[in-house]
């Protein structure tokens, strides 16, 4: 089931928003100061690829410098990502069909606003 539903993610515009993600990564990563910012957009590109079976839990070892640039990134455009990811998800939370897809934007918001410290597992 997970499979089948990250074939139909990636073709209902799972693709499009990855590359995205991916591009902005790689804008991010011209500049020094940039390259941890890039590294955060990738690990989300790399999330909108292959979401179901995923899940985001965070790292024991989350300090000081983690939380100075989750604030840096929700004020320059973590805040913008994360809306993006709710209308989209409520806009898939009308149909019945759309609920999982829904959902696994949600879950894209909830690390939209907060990348750092975190981890993706494969479950």
Known sequence: ???LGNIIWLIFGGIATAIEYIMASLAMMVTIIGIPFGLQSLKLGI???WPFGSRVVRKPTSGCLNTTMNIIWFFVGGIWIALTHWFFGLLLYI???GIPFGKQHMK???IALTP???EIIES
């Open 116 to 118: 750092f410290g975190r």
């Open 1 to 3: 089931m997970k499979f």
């Open 108 to 110: 894209m918001a909830h």
């Open 95 to 97: 149909t019945v069909v």
């Open 47 to 49: 999330l909108c690829l």
